[in-house]
C-alpha cells in the first residue's frame, strides 16, 4: 500500500485539482492507442516485437478457503488446484469482505471507501454505482494496446443508470448479469430478467455458470494474433441462490428420491420465488460442492482453449474469490475465523493465485501479503505501464511474485480492511481485538492487553485511516429497477 497516511492534506487537494482539469477521466480512447503493429524481417534478427501478455481475471463469488481442493477440502476442483501449481499460490491474498466493495478495489486499486462503495453492496433498488470518474483497469490497458476488454458474468458495480455500465467503465464487450444473487436457471432477480450481452436484454437458455463458460471460450477463440485482450470473468459461482446441474450434484451424492433442502434464507426466498427450487440438491453443502465443481470445470475448458490457441504461455491469469464463504449458505472458510460480511480472517483471506509461464516463476508458493487494490497496479507493471497519474491506494507486488520464496521484509505498511479493521505487517486489528496472524492465523489469541502498545498504535492509524478513506458516504438512495433491468440513460 502506499505511503498514504504520510501524505500532505495539501497533495490531495492537487491532486483533486488535477484530476478534474483532466475533462473526467477519458484523457486516452483506445482508438487513440492502436497497440503497435509488429516489425516483419526477412533477416534471422527476432520479427516481432515481444507481445505483452493477454490478461485474465477469473473471479468467484463468495469462496472460501476451504472451498478449494488444494486447502483440503472435499469439495474437487482439479483444474483450479492444477493451475494454483503450476503458477504461484498466493497463500496471503486479501480482499474486501463483500461483493460490491471488493470489485471497486479490485478494479480501480482504491479502496472502496473513497467511492462510496464501502460496506454495503449494490441490492436491486439501490442507485448508487461506481462513479464514472474513476479510472477502470480496463481503461488504463486500453492505452496499453489491449483493444479488446470484457467484462462476461456479474457487474455489481451500479445499474440505475447507463453510466454505470461495463461499456462506459472502460470494457468493450459485456455479457452477463448486471446485479447479484440471479438465478442460475432462469436469470432472473426480483421477477425480472437479468442477463445481457452489451446493453441488450439477452434470452439465452442454460445454466449461468455454463454460459458464461461459453463466452469466454468464445472471446478467447476469437482473439487477435495482433493485440493482446483483457478477460474479467466474475463468475456468479457459488453465491446464492444454491442451484445446481443434477450431473454435477451426482458427484456429492445426490438423490433425486430424497427431498431438497429447505431454504431459510428470506432473502433469497423473496428475491427468486418461486423458481427457486431449480437445481436444489438434498443439503446445501452438497448444492454448493456441486456449483463450485461446475465453475471449476468452467475454468477448465477456459484453460484449455488458451492451450488450443496456443496462447497459453503468454496469458496472465489470475484467479480469486470475492470474499469469503457465508457458511448458511454452504460455503466453508475452515479453519479461518468468521465469514463473508467480517474483517476476520475468513471473510477476507481468500483462495487465490497467478500464472503467467513466461513472465513469471512456476510451481511456487508466495506468503507475502497481496490485497486485492494491489491487482491493479501490479498488472500494470508487468505490463510494462510504469506510470499511474491518479491516486491508488495498491502497489505493484510484482518484484515479489518474481521472487515468491522470499521470506518477506519486515513492513511498517498498512493495509486499511474496513472501518473497523487494520493490518500492520503481521498485526491485525478488528473489532477492538489486536491478533499477531503471522503466528496466530486463526485469530484465536487477542494481544490488546499484552500489546498494548501495538494496539493503540493501530487503532490510531485506524482512525487517522477511516477519516481519510471514508469520505465519500453518500445518502441511501433507491430506485425501482425497470424491465428486464434495463439501465436508465436519464
Ligand atoms: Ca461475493
Not at 518474481?402 to 473497523?420: C, L, Q, R, V
Request: net charge positive; glycine share 8%.
Amino acid at each position: 500500500m502506499q505511503n498514504y497516511l504520510k501524505k500532505h492534506l495539501s497533495l490531495w487537494v492537487l491532486f483533486v485539482i488535477a484530476f478534474y482539469a483532466c475533462d473526467g477521466k477519458k484523457t486516452t480512447s483506445a482508438s487513440d492507442n492502436q497497440p503497435k503493429a509488429p516489425v516483419n524481417s526477412l533477416t534471422d534478427t527476432p520479427s516481432k516485437t515481444p507481445q505483452k501478455p493477454n490478461i485474465i481475471i477469473m473471479l468467484a463469488d463468495d469462496l472460501g478457503w476451504n472451498d478449494v481442493g488444494y486447502h483440503g477440502s472435499k469439495i474437487r476442483t482439479p483444474h483450479i488446484d492444477k493451475l494454483t501449481k503450476q503458477g504461484i499460490e498466493l497463500d496471503r491474498f486479501y480482499a474486501y469482505f463483500s461483493c460490491t466493495p471488493s470489485r471497486v478495489g479490485l478494479l480501480t486499486g482504491r479502496y472502496p471507501g473513497r467511492t462510496g462503495l464501502s460496506g454495503k453492496v449494490i441490492v436491486p433498488n439501490r442507485k448508487d454505482g461506481l462513479p464514472p470518474e474513476e479510472i477502470l483497469l480496463p481503461e488504463i490497458l486500453a492505452e496499453e494496446g489491449y483493444t479488446k476488454r470484457a467484462c462476461i458474468g456479474k457487474w455489481h458495480l451500479g445499474h440505475s443508470n447507463i453510466k454505470f455500465h461495463p461499456l462506459n467503465q472502460g470494457f468493450t464487450y459485456f455479457y452477463g448479469h448486471y446485479g447479484g444473487q440471479v438465478n442460475y436457471f432462469t436469470h432472473r432477480r426480483r421477477q425480472e430478467l437479468d442477463w445481457h450481452r452489451n446493453y441488450e436484454t439477452c434470452y439465452d437458455k442454460g445454466y449461468a455458470t455454463t454460459l458464461l463458460t461459453n463466452e469466454a471460450v468464445k472471446f478467447i477463440n476469437e482473439s487477435s494474433d495482433d493485440a493482446p485482450f483483457f478477460l474479467y470473468l466474475p463468475f456468479n459461482a457459488p453465491h446464492t441462490p444454491l442451484q445446481a446441474e443434477e450431473k454435477y450434484l451426482k458427484l456429492y451424492g445426490y438423490d433425486p428420491n430424497e427431498p431438497p433442502f429447505s431454504e431459510t434464507d428470506p432473502s433469497a426466498k423473496m428475491d427468486t420465488m418461486p423458481d427457486i427450487k431449480l437445481g436444489q440438491g438434498n443439503t446445501k453443502r452438497q448444492t454448493y460442492s456441486a456449483m463450485v465443481t461446475a465453475m471449476d470445470a468452467g475454468i477448465g475448458q477456459i484453460l484449455q482453449a488458451l492451450e488450443d490457441k496456443n496462447i497459453a504461455d503468454n496469458t496472465l491469469i489470475m484467479f480469486m474469490s470475492d470474499n469469503g464463504a457465508y457458511p448458511k449458505s454452504g460455503g466453508s472458510n475452515r479453519p479461518l475465523r468468521g465469514h463473508k460480511g467480517q474483517p476476520l480472517e475468513g471473510g477476507v483471506r481468500l483462495p487465490a493465485c497467478i500464472r503467467w509461464n513466461e513472465g513469471l516463476p512456476q510451481n511456487a508458493k508466495m506468503e507475502k501479503f497481496f490485497t486485492y487494490v494491489d491487482v491493479l497496479p501490479t498488472i500494470l507493471d508487468m505490463v510494462g505501464r510504469k506510470d499511474i497519474a491518479h491516486q491508488i491506494d495498491g502497489k505493484s507486488v510484482y518484484a515479489d511474485l518474481k521472487t515468491p520464496s522470499t521470506k518477506a521484509k519486515k513492513s511498517d505498511e498498512f493495509e486499511y480492511i474496513s472501518k473497523n479493521s487494520i493490518r500492520q505487517g503481521r498485526w491485525k486489528l478488528v473489532n477492538g481485538e489486536l491478533f499477531d496472524i503471522q503466528i496466530d492465523p486463526y485469530e484465536a489469541t487477542n494481544l490488546k492487553k499484552r500489546k498494548k502498545q501495538i494496539y493503540n498504535r493501530l487503532k490510531k492509524q485506524l482512525k487517522i485511516a477511516k477519516a481519510e478513506i471514508e469520505t465519500n458516504k453518500k445518502a441511501d438512495l433507491s430506485f425501482e429497477i425497470q424491465k428486464e433491468w434495463k439501465m436508465p440513460s436519464d
